[in-house]
């Protein structure tokens, strides 16, 4: 079988996969149904996705520091080198963080009046297409339910309905948005995978002898047919599913 080939099991053999969500290959689907198919297009997306990450990044400046740094931030972030870069393909990277910007302006948005649940509710949609853009939006969870848990100023131990209602109403945002993708894999798999199958062949192609002897760049992620024994893996059981070559690697 051709080394070249990344991810054999699935292109070779046409099963299904969930190593990425869906969020991203929809919004791009969505942009080349109506204008068509088009490199240009795409990449204008991602020149879409870096202004907003420039506006939110204004907006979050804006809630923490105040107009004055927030248009500083916004400067520095218009010519920022790395924001410039990945703007250039087509890459999931830049909607991931529209989506988190979004996430933690909604949350600062609440402690500022923090009344009624409409923010954490946007803050929960937005996780939860976080996670289905790449599976590291989870981590976003964690000071989002802090932020919105510490809104009132009461001391953080202190429990009542009133102040879980809003990381309550995040978490079940994230529930909802989450279960399609989540149905679908059962499906598809017939295993519980709630947002991706990466982990195993992430994990195998970032820490292996490959990648270990390369001096330049250790630890320097590689596709399963760079490595012999990832290699070895994905071709022992041709027929196997992603999930299971997946599950091989993690051991």
């Known amino acids: ?49 870096g202004t907003m990450i420039v506006l939110l990044l204004g907006v979050v400046s804006a809630q ?59 803050a929960g949609v937005l996780i939860g297409m976080a996670i289905d853009t790449r599976e590291w939006g989870l981590m976003l969870v964690i000071p989002v339910v802090w932020l919105l848990w510490t809104a009132r100023g009461e001391p953080w131990r202190h429990v009542n309905m009133k102040r879980l209602a809003a990381p309550l109403v995040v978490l079940a945002a994230i529930v909802v948005v989450m279960t399609p993708w989540t149905v679908r894999n059962e499906v598809r798999f017939h295993s519980f995978i709630p947002t991706s199958t990466s982990a195993g062949i992430t994990l195998a192609g970032t820490y292996n002898a490959t990648s270990a002897a390369d001096k330049a760049y250790p630890t320097l992620w590689r596709p399963p047919t760079d490595d012999p024994a990832d290699y070895k893996i994905v071709w022992a059981k041709p027929q196997s599913s992603e999930v299971q070559v997946s599950s091989e690697m993690e051991k």
Do not use: C, D, K, N
């Open 1 to 49: 079988p051709p080394r070249s080939t990344l991810f054999p099991y699935t292109t070779l053999f046409r099963s299904p996969t969930a190593y990425r969500g869906p969020l991203y290959p929809l919004t791009l689907s969505v942009v080349y149904a109506i204008f068509g198919h088009s490199w240009t297009l795409g990449r204008l997306q991602e020149a879409v996705y």
């Open 64 to 122: 923490l520091f105040g107009r004055r740094v927030a248009a500083v931030t916004m400067a520095i972030a218009a010519v920022h080198p790395t924001l410039i870069l990945f703007g250039t393909s087509l890459q999931l990277e830049p909607l991931l963080v529209v989506l988190s910007l979004g996430a933690l302006a909604a949350a600062l948005q609440h402690r500022r009046t923090p009344r009624g649940l409409l923010w954490p509710i946007v």
